[in-house]
C-alpha cells in the first residue's frame, strides 16, 4: 500500500512499526527501509525482504542527536568533534554499539552506524515513528537505490506493510560512513559527505584519515 506523506500517513506509519511492521520512507538520500532498530524479528525481515546474507550491520536514522544515546555506548571525541560540524547531514557514524542492540542491527560487529538526516521532514517523520528507525536502501541486494515509492512498490510488490510516498528523492549518492569508534577515523564508504571534506574537518582537530 502507498499513502501520501500527511500526518494521519505518520500516525499510520507509528502503528506499523510499533507493532513489528516494515515500512518504506524518503530519506535525505534515497528510500530506505524503516522498522523499530530493536525489534529483531523485523530486522530480519528486512534482510529476508532484500535477499541479504551478507553479515551487514544495519543503519539507523534518529530525528534528534539526543536520540544517538539509544544505540552507542559512548561519545568519543572524534564523533562529538565529527558530529558538531556534518549533524544534520548525509553522513553516517559509526561507533560501538551498546550491549542492548540487537546482534541482527549490528551483524555481530559490535558497533551501530547512525545518522541525522539534513532534511527537516526526514528528522520530523522519524520523530513520528519513535525517534529511531533502520534506514537501510530499500532496494533489492545489487540492484540501483529507490528514488521514488513506485520504485519501492515495484521492488517490493509484497512483505512492506506500508511505502509512504514522499516524493522523489534528492539526492544522488548514498550517506557517507565513517568508522569513529576507536581513535583513528575509518572512511568506510564515502557518499554525499566526500572524503576532502571529511580531511578537511578531522584537519582542525589534528586527525586524518
Same mark, same amino acid.
Given at each position: 500500500?502507498?499513502?501520501?506523506?500527511?500526518?494521519?500517513?505518520?500516525?499510520?506509519?507509528?502503528?506499523?512499526?510499533?507493532?513489528?511492521?516494515?515500512?518504506?520512507?524518503?530519506?535525505?538520500?534515497?528510500?530506505?527501509?524503516?522498522? $523499530?532498530?530493536?525489534?529483531?524479528?523485523?530486522?530480519?525481515?528486512?534482510?529476508?525482504?532484500?535477499?541479504?546474507?551478507?553479515?551487514? &550491520?544495519?543503519? +539507523?536514522?534518529?530525528?534528534?542527536? #539526543?536520540?544517538?544515546?539509544?544505540?552507542? =555506548?559512548?561519545?568519543?571525541?572524534?564523533?562529538?568533534?565529527?558530529?558538531?560540524?556534518?549533524?544534520?547531514?548525509?553522513?553516517?557514524?559509526?561507533?560501538?554499539?551498546?550491549? $542492548?542492540? &540487537?546482534?541482527?542491527?549490528?551483524?555481530? %560487529?559490535?558497533?551501530?552506524?547512525?545518522?541525522?538526516? #539534513? $532534511?527537516?521532514?526526514?528528522?520530523?517523520?522519524?520523530?513520528?515513528?519513535?525517534?529511531?528507525?533502520?534506514?537501510?536502501?530499500?532496494?533489492?541486494?545489487? $540492484? %540501483?537505490?529507490?528514488?521514488?515509492?513506485?520504485? +519501492? =512498490?515495484?521492488?517490493?510488490? %509484497?512483505?512492506?506493510?506500508?511505502?509512504?510516498?514522499?516524493?522523489?528523492?534528492?539526492?544522488? *549518492? &548514498?550517506?557517507?560512513?565513517?568508522?569513529? #569508534?576507536?581513535?583513528?577515523?575509518?572512511?568506510?564508504?564515502?557518499?554525499?559527505?566526500?572524503?576532502?571534506?571529511?580531511?578537511?574537518?578531522?584537519?582542525?582537530?589534528?586527525? *586524518?584519515?
Amino acid at each position: 500500500m502507498i499513502l501520501i506523506d500527511s500526518a494521519e500517513t505518520r500516525e499510520r506509519a507509528k502503528e506499523v512499526v510499533a507493532s513489528g511492521g516494515v515500512i518504506a520512507f524518503r530519506t535525505d538520500t534515497f528510500y530506505g527501509l524503516g522498522a $523499530d532498530p530493536f525489534n529483531r524479528d523485523a530486522l530480519r525481515a528486512i534482510k529476508a525482504l532484500k535477499g541479504r546474507d551478507d553479515g551487514k &550491520p544495519i543503519l +539507523v536514522v534518529i530525528g534528534d542527536a #539526543s536520540e544517538a544515546e539509544r544505540f552507542i =555506548a559512548g561519545r568519543t571525541r572524534l564523533f562529538e568533534f565529527i558530529s558538531e560540524r556534518h549533524w544534520p547531514g548525509a553522513l553516517t557514524l559509526v561507533l560501538k554499539a551498546r550491549r $542492548d542492540a &540487537p546482534e541482527e542491527l549490528t551483524a555481530g %560487529s559490535g558497533t551501530v552506524g547512525v545518522r541525522l538526516p #539534513s $532534511d527537516k521532514d526526514v528528522r520530523d517523520f522519524v520523530r513520528a515513528c519513535g525517534g529511531a528507525l533502520t534506514a537501510t536502501s530499500a532496494n533489492l541486494a545489487g $540492484d %540501483s537505490p529507490a528514488r521514488t515509492a513506485t520504485d +519501492v =512498490a515495484r521492488s517490493f510488490p %509484497s512483505g512492506l506493510n506500508l511505502i509512504i510516498d514522499g516524493g522523489e528523492a534528492q539526492g544522488d *549518492k &548514498p550517506s557517507t560512513v565513517l568508522d569513529v #569508534s576507536g581513535t583513528t577515523p575509518r572512511l568506510i564508504r564515502e557518499g554525499a559527505v566526500s572524503r576532502r571534506q571529511l580531511e578537511e574537518t578531522l584537519q582542525a582537530m589534528g586527525a *586524518k584519515l
